[in-house]
């Protein structure tokens, strides 16, 4: 997952993939890396990475969605759509977030 996937200030020829009123403005792998926590999902965070419409912008965090035997690791985040869903929604309430504004 890249950051650009739930960027606010992308648009979707860019990279964003969730709608503008559920992405969040300059997303940075490390805060996916606190909701991949925060969601007990296992995950690598790939500092050396860029998405190629974001180079700019580097790193992208791998997530398992489930384990060896195909069950799902969290019933609320099955997928990668509804983890960006579900980070678009958590990253605002980031206590980094929160103590910016």
């Known amino acids: ?3 650009a996937y739930i960027d606010k200030n ?3 020829s860019e990279g964003r993939r969730v709608p503008k009123e559920k992405a969040v403005p300059e997303p940075n792998v490390a805060e996916l890396g606190e909701i991949c926590l925060y969601l007990e999902l296992r995950h690598v965070i790939e500092v050396r990475k ?3 419409r974001d180079w700019i912008n580097p790193g992208r ?4 969605f489930t384990d060896e035997n195909g069950k799902i690791l969290n019933e609320n985040v099955p ?8 980070a678009g929604e958590l990253i605002p309430k980031l206590k980094s977030r ?4």
């Open 10 to 12: 992308k648009s979707v």
């Open 1 to 3: 997952v890249y950051p």
């Open 50 to 52: 860029a998405y190629p």
């Open 61 to 64: 965090v791998k997530i398992e």
């Open 79 to 86: 997928n990668k759509k509804a983890f960006l869903l579900k």
């Open 98 to 101: 929160v103590q910016k504004n």
